[in-house]
Protein backbone atom coordinates (compact mmCIF):
# COMPACT_ATOMS: atom_id res chain seq x y z
CA UNK A 1 0.00 0.00 0.00
CA UNK A 2 3.29 2.38 0.40
CA UNK A 3 4.10 1.90 -2.96
CA UNK A 4 0.90 2.52 -4.28
CA UNK A 5 0.52 5.65 -2.40
CA UNK A 6 3.69 7.32 -3.51
CA UNK A 7 3.19 6.41 -6.93
CA UNK A 8 -1.01 7.54 -7.08
CA UNK A 9 1.08 10.84 -5.00
CA UNK A 10 3.32 11.34 -8.23
CA UNK A 11 1.38 10.68 -11.04
CA UNK A 12 -2.39 12.02 -9.96
CA UNK A 13 -1.04 15.19 -8.63
CA UNK A 14 -3.51 15.36 -6.15
CA UNK A 15 -3.25 12.20 -4.89
CA UNK A 16 -6.07 9.08 -5.78
CA UNK A 17 -8.81 7.20 -3.98
CA UNK A 18 -7.07 4.80 -1.31
CA UNK A 19 -7.90 3.56 2.27
CA UNK A 20 -4.35 4.50 3.53
CA UNK A 21 -3.54 8.22 3.68
CA UNK A 22 -0.90 8.60 1.28
CA UNK A 23 2.48 8.17 2.00
CA UNK A 24 5.25 11.70 2.63
CA UNK A 25 8.65 11.30 1.78
CA UNK A 26 10.75 10.66 4.32
CA UNK A 27 14.42 11.43 4.56
CA UNK A 28 15.37 7.90 4.47
CA UNK A 29 13.29 7.78 1.05
CA UNK A 30 16.15 10.56 -0.22
CA UNK A 31 19.10 9.00 -1.79
CA UNK A 32 21.38 11.28 -2.96
CA UNK A 33 22.36 9.21 -6.22
CA UNK A 34 21.42 8.69 -9.70
CA UNK A 35 21.00 5.13 -9.16
CA UNK A 36 17.76 5.45 -6.62
CA UNK A 37 14.97 7.07 -7.60
CA UNK A 38 11.05 6.70 -6.55
CA UNK A 39 9.17 6.87 -9.76
CA UNK A 40 10.20 6.39 -13.26
CA UNK A 41 8.89 8.40 -16.19
CA UNK A 42 10.83 7.48 -19.32
CA UNK A 43 9.13 11.20 -20.88
CA UNK A 44 11.08 13.00 -17.84
CA UNK A 45 14.02 15.09 -18.12
CA UNK A 46 17.40 12.42 -17.94
CA UNK A 47 14.60 9.69 -17.49
CA UNK A 48 13.60 8.47 -14.18
CA UNK A 49 13.04 10.55 -11.75
CA UNK A 50 12.29 12.09 -8.21
CA UNK A 51 9.77 14.76 -9.49
CA UNK A 52 6.34 15.04 -10.77
CA UNK A 53 4.66 17.73 -12.80
CA UNK A 54 2.88 20.40 -11.03
CA UNK A 55 -0.07 21.59 -13.39
CA UNK A 56 -2.40 24.84 -11.50
CA UNK A 57 -5.90 25.62 -12.41
CA UNK A 58 -5.75 26.74 -16.53
CA UNK A 59 -4.63 30.22 -17.02
CA UNK A 60 -7.67 32.31 -18.83
CA UNK A 61 -5.73 35.29 -20.20
CA UNK A 62 -9.16 37.09 -21.03
CA UNK A 63 -9.87 37.34 -17.07
CA UNK A 64 -9.39 40.94 -15.59
CA UNK A 65 -7.50 40.27 -12.68
CA UNK A 66 -7.95 41.58 -9.53
CA UNK A 67 -6.06 39.26 -6.76
CA UNK A 68 -2.83 38.27 -7.27
CA UNK A 69 -0.83 36.66 -4.96
CA UNK A 70 3.19 36.60 -5.09
CA UNK A 71 5.40 34.83 -2.91
CA UNK A 72 8.73 33.08 -2.62
CA UNK A 73 11.14 31.23 -0.35
CA UNK A 74 9.59 27.90 0.48
CA UNK A 75 11.67 25.18 2.41
CA UNK A 76 9.65 22.05 1.25
CA UNK A 77 10.44 20.00 4.75
CA UNK A 78 8.93 22.64 6.67
CA UNK A 79 5.38 23.84 7.31
CA UNK A 80 3.18 23.99 4.05
CA UNK A 81 0.35 25.64 6.30
CA UNK A 82 0.70 28.80 4.91
CA UNK A 83 -0.67 27.52 1.36
CA UNK A 84 -4.33 27.08 2.95
CA UNK A 85 -4.06 30.70 4.25
CA UNK A 86 -3.18 31.81 0.33
CA UNK A 87 -6.16 29.64 -0.85
CA UNK A 88 -8.31 31.62 1.37
CA UNK A 89 -7.71 34.68 -0.31
CA UNK A 90 -9.24 33.22 -3.27
CA UNK A 91 -6.87 34.75 -5.89
CA UNK A 92 -7.24 34.93 -9.96
CA UNK A 93 -3.45 34.83 -10.12
CA UNK A 94 -0.71 33.14 -8.18
CA UNK A 95 3.11 34.25 -8.82
CA UNK A 96 6.08 32.00 -7.31
CA UNK A 97 8.30 33.78 -7.94
CA UNK A 98 11.70 31.72 -6.90
CA UNK A 99 13.19 29.70 -4.35
CA UNK A 100 10.27 27.67 -4.72
CA UNK A 101 11.79 24.36 -3.40
CA UNK A 102 15.40 23.88 -1.90
CA UNK A 103 17.18 21.53 -3.84
CA UNK A 104 20.73 22.74 -3.89
CA UNK A 105 22.69 19.76 -6.04
CA UNK A 106 25.59 19.79 -3.55
CA UNK A 107 26.41 15.88 -4.53
CA UNK A 108 27.83 17.35 -8.13
CA UNK A 109 25.31 14.67 -9.38
CA UNK A 110 24.52 15.74 -13.00
CA UNK A 111 21.21 13.73 -12.58
CA UNK A 112 20.08 16.12 -9.58
CA UNK A 113 18.86 14.03 -7.25
CA UNK A 114 18.46 16.64 -4.88
CA UNK A 115 16.41 18.57 -6.93
CA UNK A 116 14.21 16.26 -8.27
CA UNK A 117 13.48 15.24 -4.36
CA UNK A 118 12.82 18.61 -3.64
CA UNK A 119 10.07 18.84 -5.90
CA UNK A 120 8.52 15.07 -5.41
CA UNK A 121 8.27 16.44 -1.61
CA UNK A 122 6.72 19.66 -3.22
CA UNK A 123 4.43 17.81 -4.92
CA UNK A 124 3.23 15.67 -2.23
CA UNK A 125 2.04 18.35 -0.50
CA UNK A 126 -2.00 18.74 0.02
CA UNK A 127 -2.11 22.38 0.86
CA UNK A 128 0.10 23.32 -2.12
CA UNK A 129 -2.17 21.01 -4.48
CA UNK A 130 -4.82 23.14 -3.20
CA UNK A 131 -3.39 26.68 -3.92
CA UNK A 132 -2.75 25.21 -7.33
CA UNK A 133 -6.23 24.28 -7.87
CA UNK A 134 -7.71 27.35 -6.18
CA UNK A 135 -5.98 29.25 -9.37
CA UNK A 136 -3.69 29.50 -12.16
CA UNK A 137 0.33 29.41 -10.83
CA UNK A 138 2.97 31.13 -12.86
CA UNK A 139 6.50 30.58 -12.16
CA UNK A 140 10.41 31.75 -12.37
CA UNK A 141 13.31 30.12 -10.19
CA UNK A 142 15.56 32.33 -8.15
CA UNK A 143 19.25 30.26 -6.52
CA UNK A 144 18.21 27.06 -4.60
CA UNK A 145 15.70 25.63 -7.36
CA UNK A 146 18.12 26.71 -10.16
CA UNK A 147 20.21 24.18 -8.61
CA UNK A 148 22.54 26.16 -6.30
CA UNK A 149 23.35 28.83 -3.51
CA UNK A 150 23.90 32.03 -5.50
CA UNK A 151 24.82 30.55 -8.46
CA UNK A 152 24.58 32.50 -12.42
CA UNK A 153 25.24 31.63 -15.28
CA UNK A 154 28.39 29.78 -14.82
CA UNK A 155 26.13 26.92 -13.35
CA UNK A 156 27.05 23.89 -15.52
CA UNK A 157 23.79 21.92 -14.85
CA UNK A 158 22.15 25.48 -15.89
CA UNK A 159 20.62 22.99 -19.26
CA UNK A 160 19.40 20.07 -17.39
CA UNK A 161 17.64 22.24 -14.16
CA UNK A 162 16.06 24.36 -17.00
CA UNK A 163 14.43 20.71 -18.68
CA UNK A 164 13.36 20.11 -15.58
CA UNK A 165 11.71 23.40 -14.86
CA UNK A 166 9.55 23.12 -17.47
CA UNK A 167 8.59 19.26 -16.75
CA UNK A 168 7.77 20.40 -12.96
CA UNK A 169 6.07 23.41 -13.65
CA UNK A 170 4.21 21.64 -16.64
CA UNK A 171 5.44 24.37 -19.65
CA UNK A 172 3.53 23.61 -22.88
CA UNK A 173 5.26 22.54 -25.44
CA UNK A 174 4.67 25.87 -27.52
CA UNK A 175 6.05 27.70 -24.80
CA UNK A 176 8.26 30.32 -25.74
CA UNK A 177 10.65 28.97 -22.95
CA UNK A 178 10.86 25.65 -24.88
CA UNK A 179 13.02 26.89 -27.33
CA UNK A 180 14.77 29.84 -26.05
CA UNK A 181 17.30 29.70 -23.17
CA UNK A 182 16.40 30.60 -19.90
CA UNK A 183 12.89 30.80 -18.09
CA UNK A 184 11.80 33.86 -18.49
CA UNK A 185 8.78 34.97 -20.45
CA UNK A 186 5.66 37.51 -20.51
CA UNK A 187 1.69 37.07 -20.55
CA UNK A 188 -0.91 40.30 -20.81
CA UNK A 189 -4.11 38.88 -19.26
CA UNK A 190 -7.45 40.75 -19.10
CA UNK A 191 -9.41 41.06 -22.20
CA UNK A 192 -10.72 44.19 -21.76
CA UNK A 193 -9.11 47.47 -23.02
CA UNK A 194 -8.17 49.48 -19.52
CA UNK A 195 -7.57 46.19 -17.56
CA UNK A 196 -4.57 44.49 -19.14
CA UNK A 197 -1.94 43.25 -16.70
CA UNK A 198 1.00 42.21 -18.25
CA UNK A 199 2.83 39.82 -16.28
CA UNK A 200 6.52 39.93 -16.71
CA UNK A 201 9.23 37.60 -14.80
CA UNK A 202 12.63 37.92 -15.46
CA UNK A 203 15.49 35.26 -15.07
CA UNK A 204 17.92 36.64 -13.36
CA UNK A 205 19.96 33.45 -13.07
CA UNK A 206 20.75 31.59 -16.24
CA UNK A 207 22.49 34.60 -17.72
CA UNK A 208 24.05 36.34 -15.36
CA UNK A 209 27.54 36.87 -14.60
CA UNK A 210 29.41 36.58 -11.12
CA UNK A 211 29.16 38.83 -8.66
CA UNK A 212 31.97 40.53 -7.11
CA UNK A 213 32.64 38.94 -3.21
CA UNK A 214 32.99 40.86 -0.59
CA UNK A 215 36.42 42.78 1.06
CA UNK A 216 34.67 42.64 4.22
CA UNK A 217 33.27 38.89 5.05
CA UNK A 218 29.45 39.49 6.93
CA UNK A 219 30.11 43.26 7.43
CA UNK A 220 26.74 44.95 7.78
CA UNK A 221 25.67 46.38 4.09
CA UNK A 222 28.98 44.07 2.65
CA UNK A 223 27.49 40.53 4.67
CA UNK A 224 28.77 38.80 0.80
CA UNK A 225 28.97 41.02 -2.29
CA UNK A 226 29.64 44.45 -3.25
CA UNK A 227 28.81 46.07 -6.15
CA UNK A 228 31.55 45.37 -9.28
CA UNK A 229 31.67 48.24 -11.57
CA UNK A 230 32.75 46.31 -14.78
CA UNK A 231 30.36 47.29 -17.69
CA UNK A 232 31.21 44.07 -19.59
CA UNK A 233 29.18 42.37 -16.96
CA UNK A 234 25.64 41.20 -17.39
CA UNK A 235 22.27 40.75 -15.01
CA UNK A 236 19.64 39.34 -18.11
CA UNK A 237 21.97 38.70 -21.39
CA UNK A 238 21.50 40.59 -24.38
CA UNK A 239 18.59 38.59 -26.22
CA UNK A 240 16.65 38.47 -22.63
CA UNK A 241 17.71 42.53 -22.72
CA UNK A 242 16.35 42.69 -26.28
CA UNK A 243 13.13 40.39 -25.47
CA UNK A 244 12.22 42.75 -22.74
CA UNK A 245 12.37 46.14 -24.11
CA UNK A 246 9.85 44.65 -27.04
CA UNK A 247 7.91 43.46 -23.81
CA UNK A 248 7.72 47.18 -22.23
CA UNK A 249 6.43 48.12 -25.46
CA UNK A 250 2.98 46.27 -25.87
CA UNK A 251 0.16 48.15 -24.42
CA UNK A 252 -0.91 47.44 -20.72
CA UNK A 253 -2.28 49.08 -18.22
CA UNK A 254 -0.06 47.39 -14.93
CA UNK A 255 2.86 45.81 -15.47
CA UNK A 256 4.28 43.15 -12.73
CA UNK A 257 7.95 42.79 -13.49
CA UNK A 258 8.66 40.41 -11.02
CA UNK A 259 13.02 39.77 -10.19
CA UNK A 260 13.80 36.94 -8.09
CA UNK A 261 16.05 39.13 -5.88
CA UNK A 262 15.63 43.24 -5.08
CA UNK A 263 16.22 45.57 -7.74
CA UNK A 264 15.71 49.08 -5.41
CA UNK A 265 17.39 48.11 -2.18
CA UNK A 266 20.35 49.32 -1.24
CA UNK A 267 20.91 48.65 2.06
CA UNK A 268 22.63 45.16 2.25
CA UNK A 269 25.04 43.17 0.94
CA UNK A 270 23.47 40.07 -0.21
CA UNK A 271 22.64 39.36 -3.56
CA UNK A 272 20.60 42.08 -5.58
CA UNK A 273 20.12 44.71 -8.83
CA UNK A 274 22.89 47.23 -6.90
CA UNK A 275 26.09 44.88 -7.34
CA UNK A 276 25.64 45.31 -10.83
CA UNK A 277 24.63 49.02 -11.01
CA UNK A 278 25.43 49.75 -14.67
CA UNK A 279 22.79 46.69 -15.18
CA UNK A 280 20.82 48.36 -13.01
CA UNK A 281 21.17 51.99 -14.33
CA UNK A 282 20.27 50.03 -18.06
CA UNK A 283 17.13 48.28 -16.45
CA UNK A 284 16.05 52.27 -14.81
CA UNK A 285 16.66 53.68 -18.48
CA UNK A 286 14.94 50.90 -20.10
CA UNK A 287 11.50 51.95 -18.09
CA UNK A 288 12.15 55.65 -19.01
CA UNK A 289 13.06 55.19 -22.99
CA UNK A 290 10.19 52.42 -23.58
CA UNK A 291 7.66 54.78 -21.82
CA UNK A 292 6.30 51.78 -19.77
CA UNK A 293 3.44 52.85 -17.79
CA UNK A 294 2.12 51.14 -14.99
CA UNK A 295 4.95 49.44 -14.06
CA UNK A 296 5.69 48.39 -10.18
CA UNK A 297 8.51 45.57 -9.33
CA UNK A 298 8.13 42.05 -7.50
CA UNK A 299 10.86 40.49 -5.66
CA UNK A 300 11.78 37.63 -2.97
CA UNK A 301 14.93 36.17 -1.99
CA UNK A 302 15.73 37.96 1.02
CA UNK A 303 13.44 35.89 3.83
CA UNK A 304 12.04 39.25 4.84
CA UNK A 305 9.66 41.47 3.47
CA UNK A 306 9.23 45.27 3.20
CA UNK A 307 7.86 47.83 0.53
CA UNK A 308 10.36 50.26 -1.26
CA UNK A 309 9.89 53.45 -3.50
CA UNK A 310 12.68 55.04 -5.47
CA UNK A 311 12.00 58.85 -7.26
CA UNK A 312 13.64 60.29 -10.61
CA UNK A 313 13.59 56.73 -12.59
CA UNK A 314 11.06 57.80 -15.04
CA UNK A 315 8.25 60.30 -15.13
CA UNK A 316 6.44 58.57 -11.65
CA UNK A 317 7.85 56.87 -8.46
CA UNK A 318 9.12 53.10 -9.30
CA UNK A 319 7.51 51.09 -6.07
CA UNK A 320 8.38 47.67 -5.26
CA UNK A 321 7.02 45.06 -3.15
CA UNK A 322 9.42 42.03 -1.92
CA UNK A 323 7.91 38.95 -0.15
CA UNK A 324 9.78 36.48 1.20
CA UNK A 325 9.73 33.86 2.79
CA UNK A 326 6.96 31.65 3.28
CA UNK A 327 8.16 29.85 5.83
CA UNK A 328 11.73 29.86 6.56
CA UNK A 329 11.82 33.63 7.75
CA UNK A 330 14.84 35.72 9.32
CA UNK A 331 13.26 34.74 12.52
CA UNK A 332 14.70 31.99 12.80
CA UNK A 333 18.18 33.03 12.36
CA UNK A 334 17.64 35.85 15.19
CA UNK A 335 18.13 35.29 18.98
CA UNK A 336 14.49 36.12 20.26
CA UNK A 337 16.17 37.33 23.21
CA UNK A 338 18.18 40.61 21.08
CA UNK A 339 16.14 43.23 19.44
CA UNK A 340 16.06 43.27 15.38
CA UNK A 341 18.33 46.06 13.82
CA UNK A 342 16.49 47.35 10.74
CA UNK A 343 19.39 47.15 8.14
CA UNK A 344 19.88 50.67 6.24
CA UNK A 345 16.85 51.35 4.14
CA UNK A 346 16.96 54.36 1.67
CA UNK A 347 14.30 53.49 -0.16
CA UNK A 348 12.44 51.65 1.94
CA UNK A 349 9.58 52.79 3.30
CA UNK A 350 8.12 50.31 5.80
CA UNK A 351 10.40 48.14 8.57
CA UNK A 352 11.25 44.87 7.25
CA UNK A 353 8.94 42.14 8.61
CA UNK A 354 11.27 39.10 9.46
CA UNK A 355 8.30 36.37 9.98
CA UNK A 356 6.73 34.49 7.56
CA UNK A 357 4.97 36.29 5.19
CA UNK A 358 3.28 36.56 1.49
CA UNK A 359 1.93 39.40 -0.80
CA UNK A 360 -1.16 40.28 -1.91
CA UNK A 361 -2.31 43.07 -5.08
CA UNK A 362 -5.65 44.11 -4.87
CA UNK A 363 -6.66 46.10 -8.07
CA UNK A 364 -9.56 47.79 -7.87
CA UNK A 365 -10.24 49.35 -11.45
CA UNK A 366 -13.17 51.10 -10.81
CA UNK A 367 -11.65 53.96 -8.06
CA UNK A 368 -8.11 53.20 -10.01
CA UNK A 369 -6.49 51.61 -6.94
CA UNK A 370 -4.10 49.20 -6.14
CA UNK A 371 -3.53 48.20 -2.87
CA UNK A 372 -0.32 46.16 -2.20
CA UNK A 373 0.24 43.99 0.78
CA UNK A 374 2.62 41.71 2.80
CA UNK A 375 0.21 39.29 5.19
CA UNK A 376 1.81 37.30 7.48
CA UNK A 377 0.96 33.28 8.03
CA UNK A 378 -2.08 34.08 9.48
CA UNK A 379 -3.54 35.99 6.63
CA UNK A 380 -3.33 39.58 8.82
CA UNK A 381 -1.82 42.43 7.11
CA UNK A 382 1.49 43.29 8.76
CA UNK A 383 2.35 46.26 6.09
CA UNK A 384 0.19 47.91 2.79
CA UNK A 385 0.22 50.46 0.31
CA UNK A 386 -2.28 52.27 -1.74
CA UNK A 387 -1.25 53.13 -5.32
CA UNK A 388 -3.59 55.27 -7.63
CA UNK A 389 -3.29 53.50 -11.13
CA UNK A 390 -3.05 57.19 -13.00
CA UNK A 391 0.08 57.93 -10.21
CA UNK A 392 1.84 55.03 -12.56
CA UNK A 393 1.33 57.05 -15.75
Given at each position: ?39 S ?27 I ?48 A ?6 Q?E ?9 P ?34 V?A ?25 I ?37 G ?16 L ?8 V ?22 L ?9 I ?5 R???A ?18 S ?12 E ?18 N ?33 S??
Open positions: MRKLALLCGAVALWGCATDEKQASISDDDVVFSSGHYLVDPNAPNGAIYAVPMPSAPLDETKTLTRVFASCAEQKEDQSIWDVIAAENPDLTLYIGDNVYGDVRSGDPALPELKAYMRLASPFSRVRMTAMLTVWDDHDYGMNDAGGEYQYKEATEALFHYVWNPDDPRRSRPGVYNSWIIGGEDGRRVQIMLDTRYFRSELMATDEWGARGKERYIPDPDLSKTMLEDQWAWLEGELKKPADRLLVSSFQIADGHGWEAWKMLPAERDRLYRIDETDAKGLILSGDHSALYRKEGVNDYPLFEATSSLNLPLRNWIDPDPYEQEPGPNRITDMIIDAYGLIDIDWEAGVLEAFIRGDDGETIVSESISLDLR
